[in-house]
């Protein structure tokens, strides 16, 4: 028996037609599997269905297609659905184009969504640095490294504990004295013990 050819079209149509919440993840995972940048769109549409599953795919197909998805990204986040604009900005941190940095900035900082912050301040560790006119860069990552420092004192212990990741991906490419205090520090003080491991870990890191 010879399976049907799965072009973009096919994807597409099974998307928009997909009756249940498995129907719909597996229609979203064809679709997300072709790399194309025709998806975008629809894959950004998924973002904001209440369904994780297909959220998770459609935010990795995000990140395959990659840089030329930021755009639309940007354009589009929802700033009524916390749920969709957490997962944009997961697909954001996951293709780490310098376009999403402001961005990410505010939301580590100020969005009142703690997964939405969560997201962020993990992205702020995986900006593709080389990608930015070395002239912004320094003052770019002095930003980065000041909201990741703030994060620390997030009142969630999730978005505290996505902080210490960024800062030592931050610390790989620019490791400053301010860095390697906190997570110092965090490794005393934080309030949950997987935080205080995880800065631990991050240090034990840092020092190989």
């Not at 975008?40 to 990659?66: C, D, M, R, S």
């Not at 860069?137 to 978005?159: G, K």
Request: charged share 20%; hydrophobic share 45%.
């Amino acid at each position: 028996m010879v399976l049907p050819v799965k072009t973009f079209e096919i994807c597409l149509q099974a998307v928009n037609e997909a009756d249940s919440a498995q129907g719909l993840l597996d229609a979203v995972e064809d679709l997300a599997d072709l790399n194309d940048e025709r998806s975008i769109p629809t894959l950004i549409q998924v973002l904001g269905f209440n369904n994780p599953g297909a959220a998770v795919a459609a935010v990795e197909g995000l990140i395959q297609i990659g840089v030329p998805a930021v755009s639309s990204l940007l354009e589009n986040l929802d700033g009524y659905n916390y749920g969709a604009r957490a997962w944009a900005i997961r697909a954001l941190a996951g293709i780490g184009d310098p376009r999403g940095l402001a961005l990410l900035l505010n939301a580590a900082a100020n969005d009142f969504s703690l997964s939405v912050r969560r997201a962020a301040a993990r992205g702020l560790g995986n900006i593709n640095w080389n990608d930015m006119p070395t002239t912004e860069r320094t003052q770019a990552q002095q930003q980065c490294q000041d909201v990741l420092l703030q994060v620390t004192q997030d009142d969630e212990w999730v978005v505290r504990y996505a902080a210490v990741v960024g800062l030592e991906s931050l610390a790989l490419v620019n490791a400053t004295t301010n860095i390697i205090q906190c997570l110092e520090r965090v490794t005393t003080t934080d309030a949950t013990l997987a935080v205080q491991a995880r800065a631990q870990w991050a240090l034990e890191n840092l020092d190989k």
